[in-house]
């Protein structure tokens, strides 16, 4: 029997959002319903409300969110009703030509759930990343579920689902930071964060956090940067290269997706260093770079999808960091909020004020 739930959904390009009744289908094979208990709002949210990702409005949004596991198809072995999940948006297929060579992170073919979500009228549904969990309840393929240990709270938990797992990935799977490197940061909200995060967890001996938000630097500090930068009164490069040496630093990471930020990344870091790219840019921005500079300063140059994580992978082991004390993700956890109060954490992320707000259900 398919269930009714609450959700919250885009429906047109720049309309608010609101809250409209889900019909979610019983799990076919190979998914799962899942209980939502927490969700973060991520900017990918908004660049969908704004129909910066596609057109396929109506959208159900929320895709950074933990649960239970309600029900699962009649094939499903991997997770069980009762597990306590956080949904990912890489359910690696294990056949494309990039699982094929052992390099799961970059699955050409992610599964989501065959069977749609619907308003009550019978109008389909997009859920955001194949997820769509600012709902009480959600549609996804079994794979998407990613067992961790229960004893993290949902609100925490949920933000490893994109934004932070992405930040924390981009500096330890991308940047392949490792001990004593020097690390630089450009855009310190919710993911440049966790890339400090990340940089820290890996080792870093230092960690320049560049923002033009003087909150957002206070932040980075508690996140782990050793030194800050306010990039609207001080030239980043400049700084950066004074603090390594004269040189540049080893990683430098991206988190803004602008081609500016991009060009001082480029700049900012040492020769044959590495500048990971996990801001996501609109299609409209271009770059321009000598190709001399390019051959010359060697390295290499990276993008971070989703921070080329394996959920099965990372999540439980980052959970365990967390609870043994050695990452603390509930300092993304700005406030806490309801369903109903989506529209406003947009413009509360949209004027910097928070890292991370998240739906409680
Ligand atoms: N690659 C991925 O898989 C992935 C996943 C999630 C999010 N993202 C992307 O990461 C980026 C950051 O996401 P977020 O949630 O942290 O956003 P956010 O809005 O919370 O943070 C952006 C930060 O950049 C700062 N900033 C803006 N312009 C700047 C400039 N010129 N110089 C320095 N700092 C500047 C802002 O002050 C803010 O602190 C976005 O582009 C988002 O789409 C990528
Ligand atoms: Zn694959
Ligand atoms: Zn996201």
Redesign the pocket.
Known sequence: MAQEVRGVIAPGKDEPVRIETIVVPDPGPGEAVVRVQACGV???DL?YKQGGINDDFPFLLGHEAAGVVESVGDDVTDVAPGDFVILNWRAVCGKCRACLRGRPWYCFDTHNAKQRMTLTDGTELSPALGIGAFAEKTLVAAGQCTKVDPAVAPEVAGLLG??VM??IG?AINTGSVGRGDSVAV????????AAVAGARLAGAAKIIA????DR?LDTARSMGATHTVN?RETDPVEAIRELTGGFGADVVIE????P??YRQAFYARDLAGTVVL???PTPEMKLELPLLDVFGRGGALK?????DCLPSRDFPMLIDLHLQGRLDLGAFVTETIQLDEVEKAFER?HR?DV?RSVVVL
């Open positions: 991520c900017h990918t660049h994109c934004g992405a930040g981009a450009i855009g310190c909200g919710g993911v440049g964060d560049v923002d033009i938000d957002k990039s988190a803004v997706g602008r500016e930020t996990v801001g996501v993008s971070s999808w989703y921070g992320m910097g890292l």
